[in-house]
């Protein structure tokens, strides 16, 4: 199985920051997604072919990498994005997901 | 807009197995190419558990592929999960997400709100 790993486990950041999370993957993979779970909810597809936003998406959001190094980047923090954000890979079945990053407000 | 939405036995005995159901409304199932089940343990992250794909071909977690099956019933509009020998590590919340798959593109783009299932002994 592809593992994923991501950077850092949590992050505070003050609103209209920056938070910058990695994924890590242990082979390379040319297929990886960006998902937000805010608490309660199902995770939110935010990010296809590690740059492509969803329909909808705010443009603060954006991906980046390629091989083995993605990172998802928000700029300018805002209160909504509080959430957990997850990578997943579709290079190879099984599509494992990163273990999550929790965004909190500083 | 496509809804999905599972539904099944929200309390399952060790051993036994468990069947789920995600009926699909709004769109007709055919219309998606692919369908994906994830799970997520109780504070923990998420774990894809399988996909199908339109012709019926699946793919499993390694870990539940000797437990687990996925189908669809197009008739029905709706896809099935069925775990078996379930496990107190079987409680989780199970999600079925539609899913493109076509030329390095790949998304789960509609996610059902989630069923959760636990596991007693």
């Known amino acids: 199985d592809i593992v994923l790993t991501q950077s850092p486990d949590s992050l505070a950041v003050s609103l209209g920051e920056r938070a910058t999370i990695s994924c890590k993957s242990s082979?390379?993979?040319?297929?990886l997604g960006w998902y937000q779970q805010r608490p309660g909810q199902p995770p939110n597809l935010l990010i296809f072919?590690?740059?492509t936003r969803k329909s909808g998406v705010p443009d603060r959001f954006s991906g980046s990498g390629s091989g083995t190094d993605f990172t998802l980047t928000i700029n300018s923090l805002q209160a909504d994005d509080v959430a957990v954000y997850y990578c997943?890979?579709?290079?190879?079945?099984?599509?494992?997901f990163g273990p999550g990053t929790k965004v909190e407000i500083k | 807009q496509v809804h999905l939405q599972e539904s099944g036995p929200g309390l399952v005995k060790s051993s036994e197995t468990l069947s789920l159901t995600c009926v699909v409304s709004?769109?007709?199932?055919?219309?998606?190419?692919?369908w994906t089940w994830v799970r997520q343990t109780p504070g923990k992250g998420l774990e894809w558990v399988g996909e199908?794909?339109?012709?019926?071909?699946?793919n499993y977690s390694p870990s539940l592929k000797s437990r687990v099956t996925i189908s669809v019933d197009r008739s029905m509009n709706h896809l099935s999960l069925t775990l078996t020998s379930v496990t107190a590590a079987d409680t989780a919340t199970y999600y079925c997400?539609?899913?493109?798959?076509?030329?390095?593109?790949?998304?789960?783009?509609?996610w059902g709100q989630g069923i959760r299932v636990t596991v007693s002994s």
């Open positions: 997943q890979q579709c290079y190879a079945a099984p599509r494992t």
């Open positions: 199908i794909f339109q012709t019926g071909k699946t």
């Open positions: 709004g769109d007709s199932i055919s219309d998606y190419n692919w």
């Open positions: 997400a539609s899913t493109y798959m076509s030329s390095g593109s790949y998304r789960l783009d509609h």
């Open positions: 072919r590690t740059s």
């Open positions: 082979q390379s993979v040319n297929c």
